[in-house]
């Protein structure tokens, strides 16, 4: 690891991205960690600066305001999990949260770590695409907000510049009487990426067929995406099993058709399926889920 280097732990927004406007270029943001220190003992990364942004009172907030909620990028994953607005408004990002590494990696990790490091098995990508999560990033004197999807625009790769800061995520809390599910495989049961993961949120209409429902399949793209023609699809159908089934299939051909065949279509195609089809079930047919 590069033993020089300063390290900075700013209290307030304005002295951070006061140092990030003069200094941008040659600093790693540091929030938990969990992945910096990795590319920094690896040499990938052999910054000047160390800027440390994990006491910055402004993005350690959970704020609901009318249909949204706005959530501080700082916050760790087990202050989230914790907190009674998360619990209530967002059960599949609840879950996908619980999925992160281990309890050691879910006390330190945040969601702005997630999403500027921008791994496509990033747990908490597919529920919040169901939220249409708006990202908002700021730089010293401007403040613009990116669609999580539009931000993230191939593997680990984003269009944050070197002077910009994740300050929140803007979700949108779901229409009363819709269910959300969260699924993933891994390799083991912890500490392990998903291989593939997928949220759903759906909702009845009163004569019990699907009035809204939403897709979105992660690891299996270099960016995070909703499947739109499948969802389309669904809408007026009731959700019998035999609809799930062929829902799952079409959902993990649709993705086929996406990212093209690879060697790994014969494993992942039947995975996708069934896990889109869990997801589908719980959402329409668990009573228990949610
Ligand atoms: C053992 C292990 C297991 C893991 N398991 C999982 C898993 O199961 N699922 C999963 O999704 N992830 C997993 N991860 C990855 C990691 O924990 C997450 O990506 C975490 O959310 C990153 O957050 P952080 O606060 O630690 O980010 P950091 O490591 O501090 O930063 C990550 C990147 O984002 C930048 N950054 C951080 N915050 C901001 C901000 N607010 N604005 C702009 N840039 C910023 C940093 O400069 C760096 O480039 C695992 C990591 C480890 C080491």
């Not at 920094?40 to 910054?47: A, E, F, Q, T």
């Not at 959530?71 to 408004?89: A, F, K, N, Q, W």
């Not at 999925?99 to 500027?116: H, K």
């Not at 062929?246 to 896990?275: D, F, H």
């Amino acid at each position: 690891m590069r033993s020089h280097f300063n390290y900075l732990r700013p209290e307030c927004l304005t002295e951070c991205l006061d140092i990030l406007a003069q200094y941008g270029s040659e600093t790693t943001i540091l929030a938990g960690g969990t992945d910096v220190m990795i590319s920094l003992r690896s040499n990938v990364k052999k910054p000047g600066i160390i800027l440390d942004i994990s006491r910055l009172p402004e993005t350690r907030l959970v704020e609901p305001s009318g249909e949204t909620v706005r959530v501080g990028s700082t916050l760790t994953y087990s202050e989230l999990i914790d907190h009674p607005v998360i619990r209530h408004e967002f059960p599949a990002l609840r879950r996908a949260m619980g999925c992160v590494g281990s309890l050691q990696i879910r006390n330190v990790g945040t969601l702005g770590g997630n999403i500027a490091n921008s791994s496509p098995a990033a747990d908490s990508f597919p529920p919040m695409m169901l939220r249409d999560a708006e990202i908002i990033i700021q730089k010293k004197g401007s403040l613009r907000i990116q669609k999580l999807e539009k931000l993230i625009v191939g593997a680990y790769s984003n269009t944050l510049e070197p002077d910009e800061l994740i300050t929140g995520i803007i979700l949108k809390k779901a229409e009363t009487g819709s269910r959300e599910s969260y699924q993933r495989i891994g390799r083991r049961k912890s500490l392990s990426i998903a291989r593939i993961n997928a949220g759903i949120l759906g909702r009845l209409n009163d004569s019990g067929a699907i009035q809204d429902v939403r897709i979105s399949i992660g690891s299996v793209a270099p960016a995070p995406m909703r499947i739109t023609d499948v969802e389309r699809n669904l809408i007026g159908l009731r959700p019998e099993l035999k609809t799930i089934r062929e829902a799952g299939q079409m959902i993990a051909q649709r993705i086929i058709e996406l990212v093209g065949v690879r060697q790994s279509t014969e494993y992942k195609q039947p995975a996708i399926a069934g896990l889109a089809q869990k997801c589908l079930e719980d959402v329409f047919l668990d009573s228990n889920s949610n």
